[in-house]
């Protein structure tokens, strides 16, 4: 079964960076499409951006040159590279894995999240 951890959150200022890891467990999981969302509070969860098993990435509009998705560790340990964080995304970020990018939104393995706050 894959397991997901997430780490990394904490408050930053406006125009600060922060680094989340999400580590998962699994045989297969380099095989996985692996990818973050957030949630804010009153608002819909929504893709940050994802990485397949090829290392392709897709980024949502509001991450494109500011955030960066990558694997390490022989594709065991998701990364999200945040840079130049406004307060609007301030948010739960959550790790996700499952074996197609298209059904990332409804996948069965989820981290239990890390809180992103930036002020």
């Known amino acids: 079964d894959v397991q997901l951890v997430e780490s990394g959150g904490g408050s930053v200022q406006v125009g600060g960076s922060l680094r989340l890891s999400c580590v998962a467990s699994g045989d297969t999981i380099g095989r996985y499409c692996m990818g973050w969302f957030r949630q804010a509070p009153g608002k819909e969860r929504e893709e940050v951006a994802h990485i397949d098993g090829d290392d392709t990435t897709r980024y949502a509009e509001f991450a494109k040159g500011r955030f960066t998705i990558s694997r390490e560790k022989d594709k065991s340990t998701l990364i999200l590279q945040m840079n130049s964080l406004k307060p609007e995304d301030t948010a739960m970020y959550y790790c996700?894995?499952?074996?197609?990018?298209?059904?990332?939104?409804?996948?069965?393995?989820w981290g239990q999240g890390t809180q992103v706050t930036v002020s």
């Open positions: 996700a894995a499952e074996f197609f990018c298209s059904s990332l939104g409804d996948a069965e393995h």
